[in-house]
């Protein structure tokens, strides 16, 4: 799981900021601790989450990455997605 | 409520008497699957699984338990729980205990399972941890079990209490729906009826012993709840599923699942995560779907990406649980919901209640022994849905359609405000009584989902108060399920009202119509196209714009469906 390089960088890579902004419905700054449901992240765009996460980066999530945990937070799926980009 | 003299009951004969004895109570059923299969896996969750003696041995302990809280015949026991193990156990000890389940959403926010809790006054309500202490808080007085400490805490003390003598016979279930009103109404769901319906939808299911049957849809709604009740009636195994959307298919994999009952927009969820996973699901041999409309479309993609799979679409109300499922073995013509079930009827008619002849649109009225008995201390409701008539009890759906010569049943709107999504019926009554809740919010309209939008609401700012999209968003989430809460929501300083003085919702729809036409949400576009390019804001935003390229990205068939 990759910590945020300095407080003060930004806490993922310009990819997951926009793919996270093109389908999170809610506006207003997103930070690691962010809780996607509550910015209205419903099923249907969980499922497109996923899917344009791992087209972006070229990854796949295996089974146990899937799951509420992974989505819950920005924080949280930045860690997946970033542990699977340097496994590649 | 319903002379059986218009039904034949026994058209479903064959799966009448169960192989451990006669059945006539809904908790017969489980004792009637423990005598012919012990062995057999019953119920799994992601945490383990029990044969049909081990549900019968977390049963009888949960059974000991509510008798040692005081619960007795007639007495309701409010489920808040999510799917596992236990949840089959505890809803057979209740009835073993005469007493009634009402299953609710753990996603019942506040504002209306205080509502539920007021009017269903509960023996006993049984909650997961961390939400115990929640639902303790919210009514005070009712007694609140953490279930996942199991069947063991001491016992409660037990007040005295009078039974309502107008409450009738205990029914097996109080199952809560969302209608044309603010707050939902339960569905009294008496053992005849509920062990009727059950029966005939086996009888056109035809599920098996070795079945899998994947638990996805919460037990709160009916849909999830007789999946409980059709695994035990054939013997089969229910394997509740991890609730994660992202999930779905690989829950598929890991429980060997060989029928899958979905909503609609699980099959989206399911089709759109096939795209991404080299497995093949060969072991699903059947995939039903009911709770809103199913399009033709999504019927081939679930073919496509099931290749063993039979799609069955089925439609329902929870007044009466299930109107029409669809014969796997002799496939309605395409659009139609199948044809009711057997030992009951179909008809349409006019405003007036007059049957109207085949193929002419009207409203869809049910009579059978499957007609439950109307909903909970909700008298003038009641009469308004289940009315008397010279054949018996005539349950009016407000849903519009028409029937064919063949008796295929075609499902095409509403007749008021109500509108699915996500699989979850609400109103325009029920998300704009959220909305008046919340606070700076004057006044609420909803403009419910059609061709060119999903739900939208509005809401009018009171003077002088903070409101904005995001606080009136967050209002309504804390008010209502997910689902239930309008993509599109917006606080205006004014609303636009007709000649007549009212709020004219069609110049609110036409501000939505505007410069950027919305999207119609998850559901709204052809299948085989890039779903990943959509934006699901449903508002103001570029991406929402139709992309010239992809003229059909506004064009799809719409999210709103009717059908239950």
């Not at chain 1, 449901?37 to 765009?45: E, I, N, Y």
Request: overall charge negative.
């Amino acid at each position: 799981m990759t910590p945020p390089e300095t407080p003060a960088a930004p806490a993922w890579d310009g990819r997951f900021e926009d793919v996270l902004r093109d389908v999170v419905p809610g506006a207003g700054p997103l930070v690691p601790g962010t809780r996607l449901g509550d910015r209205g992240l419903d099923s249907m765009a969980s499922v497109a989450l996923l899917l344009r996460l791992e087209e972006a980066y070229d990854v796949r999530f295996p089974d146990e990455h899937l799951s509420a945990a992974t989505f819950a937070t920005a924080g949280s799926l930045w860690s997946v997605v970033s542990a699977l980009r340097t496994q590649r | 409520m319903v002379s059986t003299d218009v039904v034949s009951p026994d058209v479903v004969s064959p799966d009448v008497v169960s192989p451990g004895g006669v059945v006539d109570r809904v908790e017969d059923l489980l004792s009637a699957a423990v005598a012919a299969r012990p062995d057999a896996r019953a119920v799994s969750d992601p945490d383990g699984s029990w044969t049909y003696a081990d549900l019968d041995t977390a049963c009888r302990s949960w059974t000991e338990w509510l008798r040692r809280n005081g619960v007795e015949a007639g007495d309701r026991v409010v489920l808040r729980m999510r799917n596992c193990r236990d949840l089959a156990a505890v809803v057979f000890a209740v009835l073993r205990r005469g007493a009634v389940v009402v299953p609710l959403s753990t996603a019942t926010r506040p504002f209306q399972l205080a509502h539920v809790l007021r009017t269903t006054a509960p023996r006993v309500v049984l909650a997961h941890d961390g939400d115990a202490d929640h639902v303790r808080d919210l009514v005070p007085g009712i007694p609140v079990h953490d279930v996942d400490r199991g069947p063991h805490s001491a016992p409660t003390p037990v007040a005295s209490r009078a039974r309502s003598r107008e409450d009738g016979p205990a029914p097996a279930f109080l199952v809560h729906t969302s209608g044309s009103t603010a707050m939902p109404k339960g569905v009294v769901s008496p053992h005849a009826a509920v062990l009727f319906v059950t029966r005939a939808i086996a009888h056109r299911l035809r599920y098996r012993g070795d079945d899998v049957v994947l638990g996805t849809v919460p037990a709160s709604f009916d849909y999830g709840l007789y999946q409980l009740l059709l695994s035990v009636h054939a013997t089969a195994e229910l394997a509740f599923a991890d609730p994660s959307p992202v999930r779905l298919l690989a829950e598929v994999h890991r429980t060997g699942a060989t029928v899958l009952p979905l909503v609609p927009s699980a099959g989206q969820l399911l089709v759109r995560l096939a795209g991404r996973d080299p497995r093949e699901p060969n072991a699903v041999r059947m995939v039903t779907s009911t709770g809103e409309a199913l399009p033709p479309a999504l019927v081939r993609e679930l073919s496509r990406v099931l290749p063993r799979a039979t799609v069955v679409p089925m439609y329902g109300t929870t007044e009466c649980k299930r109107i029409c499922v669809d014969d796997p073995l002799d496939p309605s013509p395409v659009g139609s919901v199948g044809r009711a079930l057997p030992g009951t009827v179909v008809e349409v008619v006019d405003e007036s209640g007059v049957p109207l002849p085949p193929g002419t649109q009207g409203e869809i009225v049910v009579r059978g022994p499957h007609v439950m008995a109307g909903y909970w201390r909700s008298p003038q409701a009641t009469v308004q849905r289940f009315r008397c008539g010279t054949v018996g009890v005539v349950l009016h759906t407000g849903d519009l359609g028409h029937v064919d010569d063949a008796g295929n049943v075609y499902v095409s709107g509403r007749r008021d405000g109500v509108f699915k999504r996500h699989g979850v019926r609400t109103s325009a009554a029920e998300v704009e009584a959220a909305a008046r809740d919340v606070p700076g919010v004057a006044a609420a309209a909803v403009l419910p989902p059609d061709e060119t939008h999903d739900a939208a609401v509005f809401a009018l700012r009171r003077p002088g108060e903070r409101l904005d999209d995001d606080s009136l968003r967050a209002g309504l989430a804390a008010r209502l399920e997910p689902a239930k809460v309008p993509p599109s929501c917006h606080v205006v300083e004014e609303f636009p009202l007709t000649a007549h003085g009212k709020t004219d919702l069609a110049r609110l729809a036409a501000g939505l119509r505007g410069p950027t036409p919305q999207d119609t949400g998850p559901d709204g576009k052809p299948l085989h196209t890039d779903p990943l390019t959509r934006d699901h804001r449903g508002d103001h935003r570029d991406a929402a714009r139709p992309d010239p390229a992809r003229p059909d990205a506004a064009a799809g068939p719409s999210h709103r469906s009717d059908a239950a």
